[in-house]
């Protein structure tokens, strides 16, 4: 349980990191964030990187701030600083909810939102989170900064749209304020991981849903928005009935043969838990409309 | 794969070491400074047995690499003490026998100060989840949780000799 021999580097600037990542481009090179998955898959010998370049360092990627209508969360902030955010309730509302239920206290307080969005497991909570909350992602390299939307950002399982000698700087959220946010998952009991986690945002105004937005973490090789749950929702009543029959739809589009499909649930077990869990994201961000939560 | 020069200052005490890159924060703290008091469970960052606070933070140091601790603030279970008193949380395990065989203990006072300070006043389900990733494999969560919470009262009770809340590091809030 000790990883294999490494270089290690401790840039100080992000330039810095990308210099490194040049320099180091024929060994096998990770960039080191909060360490909670890169270090247990090096402990463990599923991963052993000639060099690892850690960006803890970098005070510009540590942070969120709201300006001018968008929440930006820098790659490097820990979950625990997220949730000390008051912007990122505010802006972020289904985001923030997301943070939330990842992993366990320590976890939380070492864990970095760049490093979950980077590290592509599609059994982690936030890329259902980050397509609900419509975020971009922008990424760093030698060439200067590329803006690269969540939809396009995410290639597969553990596999990202970040080039070898790229990096990912910041998260940013157009903000959602007014709306809530909502993130429900069933848990691996062992691991913690999302067997499904649903995500959604929904805003209601003059007895109209205004903003539904809702996506799945953990049921596809990627993120997914659930559009036929959206479509049945948008511009009608919200309430018992119509998200009954809206979540219903969850699977719309989504491929079963597709589906995660391991030790922990079926892909058809998936399937089920997808229309369970998305109902009850949306009845807790109604009930959240109703009667905002006092914390 | 060079040795790297770090400081770690644990319990109020600057130490300089070398260490490998591949150092774990949890090895460096027993075996090369004899801080043996925080133990080591799972190694998968499953049990907590090895939180520590970091920067004021629980934090798995099995999961922590030495050289990312350099210049940090550590502190261990062996930090909670002051003089012959024990730290409210600490009497909090004592008194509901939140311990066994004590080996998560340690972990466990770790995590609940952390909780503490955020959450003075922790409901028992806030307490559980709190605790979410610590393990307890002898004692039962009952009493581990009757612990938090009868140091939870004690921290909320003025110090009676007039002294300050005592937390980790020495800081109040
Ligand atoms: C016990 C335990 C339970 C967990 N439970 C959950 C859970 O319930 N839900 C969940 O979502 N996650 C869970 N996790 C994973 C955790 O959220 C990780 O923190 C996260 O997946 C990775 O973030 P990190 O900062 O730790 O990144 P690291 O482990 O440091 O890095 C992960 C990968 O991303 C790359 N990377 C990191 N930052 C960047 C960047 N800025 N730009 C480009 N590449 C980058 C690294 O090179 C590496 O390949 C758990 C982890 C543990 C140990
Ligand atoms: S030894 Fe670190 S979590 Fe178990
Ligand atoms: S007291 Fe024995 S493992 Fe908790």
Redesign the interface.
């Known amino acids: 349980m000790i990883p294999d021999g490494f270089d290690y580097h401790e840039p100080e600037t992000t330039a810095e990191a990308i210099e490194l990542l040049e320099e180091h481009g024929d060994a096998e090179t990770e960039l080191l964030a909060g360490g909670h998955s890169l270090l247990p898959a090096m402990k463990s010998g599923l991963s052993s990187p000639d060099v690892l370049i850690d960006i803890g360092g970098i005070e510009e990627l540590t942070g969120v701030t709201a300006d001018g209508g968008t929440l930006t969360i820098g790659a490097m902030t820990s979950y625990s600083d997220v949730l000390d955010a008051e912007a990122a309730r505010e802006h972020a509302p289904a985001l923030t909810a997301a943070v939330e239920q990842v992993g366990d206290r320590q976890v939380r307080n070492r864990g970095t939102v760049g490093g979950n969005v980077a590290h592509a497991d599609p059994a982690s909570d936030l890329p259902g989170a980050v397509l609900v909350s419509d975020a971009t992602m922008v990424v760093q390299g030698p060439d200067g900064e590329r803006d690269v939307p969540a939809e396009e950002f995410y290639l597969g399982m553990y596999a990202t749209d970040i080039g070898p000698d790229e990096l990912l700087t910041r998260v940013e959220v157009p903000s959602a304020a007014g709306a809530v946010g909502t993130y429900v998952k069933r848990a691996s009991p062992s691991s913690g991981y999302a067997m499904v986690g649903v995500a959604a945002l929904l805003s209601v105004e003059d007895g109209a849903a205004e903003t539904v937005r809702v996506g799945a973490s953990g049921v596809m090789d990627r993120g997914v928005r659930l559009e036929g749950v959206e479509d049945a929702l948008a511009g009608g009543s919200v309430d018992e009935e119509t998200i009954e029959a809206a979540a219903a739809r969850a699977g719309e589009g989504l491929d079963t043969a597709l589906m995660m499909d391991d030790l922990r649930a079926s892909g058809e077990f998936r399937a089920q838990l997808l229309e369970v869990y998305t109902e009850r994201a949306l009845a807790e961000a109604n009930a959240d409309l109703a009667a905002p939560a006092a914390d | ?2 040795d ?1 020069e770090i400081t770690l200052t644990v319990n109020g005490t600057d130490h300089e070491l070398s260490v ?3 150092t ?1 924060l949890v ?1 460096a703290l027993r075996d090369e400074l004899g801080y043996t008091g925080t133990n080591v469970g799972c ?3 499953t049990c ?1 047995a090895c ?1 520590v606070h970091m920067d004021g ?4 140091s ?4 030495a ?2 601790a350099d210049g940090e603030r550590i502190e261990t279970v062996e930090g909670l003490e002051s003089g012959d008193d024990y730290h409210p949380i600490q009497e909090g395990f004592r008194e509901e026998h939140g311990l066994q065989c004590g080996y998560c203990t340690p972990g466990m006072m770790m ?1 609940a100060t ?2 503490l300070r955020e959450n003075p006043d922790p409901s028992r389900e806030e307490i559980r ?6 393990l307890c494999r002898c004692t039962g969560y009952q009493n581990i949780v009757n612990a938090v919470e009868n140091a939870a009262a004690e921290l909320d009770e003025p110090v009676a000799d007039g002294g300050e809340v005592r937390w980790p590091g020495g800081e109040g809030e």
């Open positions: 794969m060079t790297h490998e890159p591949r774990l090895h190694e998968t960052t907590g939180t933070e629980a934090v798995k099995c999961t922590v690499l050289v990312q995590t952390d909780l989840e709190g605790l979410e990733g610590n």
